[in-house]
Nanobody, 117 residues
Framework: QVQLVESGGGLVQPGGSLRLSCAASGSIFSISAMGWYRQAPGKQRELVATITKGGSTNYADSVKDRFTISRDNAKNTVYLQMNSLKPEDTAVYYC???????????WGQGTHVTVSS
């Protein structure tokens, strides 16, 4: 089993920056990739960014060039650096981990990000 603990959400002004953190524990050896998803009220959950165990990254078009996903293997932690934040970035952000064993997908509890003046 994998446990994911998120932190870093909060209120930020448009144009500001915020960094989200996701610390993984448990069967870390089974994780093949991690990422961030978000869900705004009344909308479907969408992919924001992913990073594989090998370091390959992928971004949604809406956040490309503004957000950066990174990892710290020593701390078993994945980060999402969010710059030039816009009101439309407001959502609950969820950390995700993919595993090669069941249940294959793990989720954090979610952290709120509100971009407003």
């Amino acid at each position: 089993q994998v446990q994911l603990v998120e932190s870093g959400g909060g209120l930020v002004q448009p144009g500001g920056s915020l960094r989200l953190s996701c610390a993984a524990s448990g069967s870390i050896f089974s994780i093949s990739a991690m990422g961030w998803y978000r869900q705004a009220p009344g909308k479907q959950r969408e992919l924001v960014a992913t990073i594989t165990k090998g370091g390959s990254t992928n971004y949604a078009d809406s956040v490309k060039d503004r957000f950066t996903i990174s990892r710290d293997n020593a701390k078993n932690t994945v980060y999402l650096q969010m710059n030039s934040l816009k009101p439309e970035d407001t959502a609950v952000y969820y950390c995700n981990a993919n595993s090669w064993v069941r249940p294959y997908y793990y989720w954090g509890q979610g952290t709120h990000v509100t971009v407003s003046s």
